[in-house]
């Protein structure tokens, strides 16, 4: 069992980066979603929201500590096999998803640094966060607040979408072409090479 990737396959601390972080993304759009459905006055409300920007704030820390890692390893390369459209698509895809890992969480950092109620972020009751500051162009805080509550809500869909076009990737790639790239996102060693 490695820790570190190789050209062929994705190392233990890579492996759980990514599952990690998948159960805590598709966690947070569902909780984002059931959270804003509620009575804004009912008495959970509150603590439900800041649970929400404290788990928002582990994936940003997360997926830095990611993103650091990645650069420090290698990227196991894809099968020759694959068409240059779906390389591409592959790379693109990925970019898009670690640019969505990053600019969701800050987009709602901003959103509650924007907001009129000034409500102070404590990361899991522990950690004080500040705000940050808000450009001007975007208004009175209350706009800029309603506009990053927008920005954030279209991101995260957005993030939804991806998700579903990796995932169909991912099934595609272990049942119709009968290679590695599922087997290798899931345990160190991989069966065969696959390049
Ligand atoms: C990857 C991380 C995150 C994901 C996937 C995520 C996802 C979501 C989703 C799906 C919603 C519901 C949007 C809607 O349909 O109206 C939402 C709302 C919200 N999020 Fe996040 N979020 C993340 C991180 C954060 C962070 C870091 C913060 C703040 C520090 C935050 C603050 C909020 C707030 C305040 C709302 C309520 C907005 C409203 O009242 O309409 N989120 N989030
Ligand atoms: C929120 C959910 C998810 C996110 C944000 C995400 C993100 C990513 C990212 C950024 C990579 C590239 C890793 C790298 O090379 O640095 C990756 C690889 C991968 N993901 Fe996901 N993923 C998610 C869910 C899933 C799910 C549910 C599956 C399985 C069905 C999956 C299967 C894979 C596979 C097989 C790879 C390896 C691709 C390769 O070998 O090049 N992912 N994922």
Redesign the pocket.
């Known amino acids: 069992m490695h820790l570190r990737n190789t050209r062929f396959g994705y190392g233990l601390v890579a492996i759980v980066f990514h599952w990690t972080m998948a159960l805590l ?1 598709i966690g ?2 569902l909780f ?2 059931y959270m ?1 459905g509620l009575d804004p006055l009912a008495p959970d409300t509150f603590a439900l ?1 800041q649970l ?2 404290s788990l ?2 582990l ?2 820390v997360l997926v830095v500590a990611r993103l650091a890692w990645r650069l420090a390893n290698p990227s196991p390369a894809l099968p020759k096999t694959m068409p240059r459209i779906e390389r591409l698509a592959a790379h693109l895809g990925h970019a898009g998803l670690y640019a969505l ?1 990053l600019a ?2 800050l987009s ?2 901003l ?2 640094s924007a907001s009129p109620w000034g409500i102070p ?1 404590v990361v899991f009751d522990v950690l004080p966060v500040p705000h940050l500051p808000v450009p001007a162009a975007l208004g009175t805080k209350a706009e800029a607040e309603n506009a990053l ?1 927008e920005v ?2 279209l991101l ?1 869909n957005g ?1 939804l979408l991806l998700v579903l076009l990796h995932v169909a990737a991912a099934l595609k790639h272990h049942f119709l072409n009968r290679d590695d790239v599922l087997r290798r996102m899931i345990r160190t060693v991989p069966a065969r090479r696959i390049d």
């Open positions: 993304i947070l759009f984002g979603k804003t929201y929400h920007k928002g704030f994936v940003l890992m969701i969480p709602g950092w959103m509650v972020t509550k954030h809500e995260a993030l």
